[in-house]
């Protein structure tokens, strides 16, 4: 069995089509691919896609649905995708049928006992009725990956386990029927890639032991990317800090300014990639004043937003419209080549 070679490696990624889209995925997962096509243009192919179908594993208001997934291709758009590169690759997962197909054959070599250990289901699915969607959403986002041969596929924290059953899926399929698909990179060298030593995980702002989150109801804690930049200052002056009163990166015991120093590093480095956490903590190591603190990054939180909202308010909506038809039409192909080889490999075609 010919495992198909893209020309080039693939880098992937999708966030879940939402008008509430936060810092967290925005510096998680859609800068660091963005980064990566302006510093290695034609190194690789880029996919940066829409998971439409793994919106509403969660209750949702189904009539905001179809405009949310265009809103995630403007927020791709205003974060740097440049929409006239043919190496870059923008779709929704739900134009391209292929990519249901597959999940239920990856179903059938995925066992109940590995999905059952999957951490972000115990924790969403055990708050009470849990769609079986829910449960079976990594499998889906295993054929996502597997669908493209996707080397690289940047995450943030939450989802590195859901990585690791890709490619144990992808190895059980490969020891069984041949070298049917290209196992994406363990999760160690994904972040050496992208020049981390993990994988990122911005905290709440009220409560600094837990992620920022679409699902957390308040917002209080969660900067989104359409918050108004006043509102979203407010967040940052009210942050939950600590009684130690110097500033330092100790995630341990200073979680809300570690936290914060986190955030100004990122939105920092939006404007220049250059900029590090060891920079950023060294800068304000030792400030006794968490208000003068707080101060600094509210303003440039805001700043940062500000920006980021007149690149979206100035997006070409035909141009992303164009560009999410052509590639749909391409990755169709792509897609179809490689459940093909699957439905062979597993008996469906001769
Ligand atoms: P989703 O839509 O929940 O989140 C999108 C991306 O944002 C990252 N993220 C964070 N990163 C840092 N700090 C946070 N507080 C934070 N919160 C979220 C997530 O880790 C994610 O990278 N199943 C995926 C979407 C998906 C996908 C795929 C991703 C579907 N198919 C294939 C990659 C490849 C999800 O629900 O992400």
Redesign the pocket.
């Known amino acids: 069995m010919n495992t198909m070679k893209p020309s080039k490696p693939v880098i992937?990624?999708?966030?879940?089509a939402?008008n509430n889209i936060?810092i967290?995925?925005y510096?998680?997962?859609?800068l660091p691919i963005i980064n990566m096509t302006k510093r290695r243009p034609d190194e690789y192919d880029i996919n940066l896609?829409i998971?439409d179908l793994?919106s509403f594993t969660t209750p949702i208001d189904h009539s905001k649905l179809y405009d949310s997934t265009l809103n995630n291709a403007r927020v791709y758009t205003a974060a740097g995708l440049s929409l006239d590169n043919p190496s870059i690759h923008l779709y929704r997962?739900s134009y391209i049928p292929a990519h249901s197909e597959l999940t239920w054959i990856l179903d059938c070599f995925t066992g109940f006992g590995e999905m059952s250990r999957m951490t972000q289901f115990k924790d969403k699915g055990s708050k009470g009725d849990a769609s079986v969607g829910l449960f079976n959403?990594?499998v889906?986002?295993a054929a996502?990956?597997l669908l493209y041969g996707?080397t690289y596929?940047?995450?943030?924290?939450?989802?590195t386990q859901?990585?690791e059953l890709t490619r144990d899926i992808a190895e059980r399929m490969n020891r069984k029927f041949g070298d049917l698909f290209t196992v994406p990179k363990p999760v160690i060298q994904q972040h050496q890639f992208f020049g981390k030593d993990q994988?990122?995980?911005?905290?709440d702002l009220v409560n600094p032991a837990k992620?920022?989150?679409?699902s957390d109801e308040s917002g209080k804690g969660i900067i989104f990317l359409s918050d108004d930049p006043k509102s979203a200052h407010k967040k940052i002056m009210s942050a939950t800090t600590d009684s130690i009163g110097k500033v330092q990166y100790d995630k341990e015991n200073q979680p809300g300014i570690s936290n914060l120093l986190e955030i100004l590093t990122l939105v920092r480095q939006d404007a220049d990639g250059e900029v590090t956490l060891e920079k950023t903590a060294n800068e304000y190591f030792g400030m006794d004043r968490y208000g003068d603190f707080k101060r600094i990054v509210a303003d440039e939180v805001a700043e940062f937003l500000e920006n980021f909202q007149n690149r979206l308010a100035a997006v070409d909506e035909r141009a992303i419209e164009e560009k999410l038809a052509s590639s749909e039409k391409d990755m169709n192909v792509v897609a179809n080549e490689t459940l093909y080889r699957v439905q062979k490999a597993v008996g469906l075609r001769k």
């Open positions: 992937l990624t999708g966030v879940r939402n936060h967290g995925n510096f998680g997962a859609i896609f998971p793994h997962q959403y990594p889906l986002m996502d990956i996707a596929v940047p995450v943030g924290d939450d989802q859901h990585l994988g990122l995980r911005i905290k992620k920022m989150s679409k």
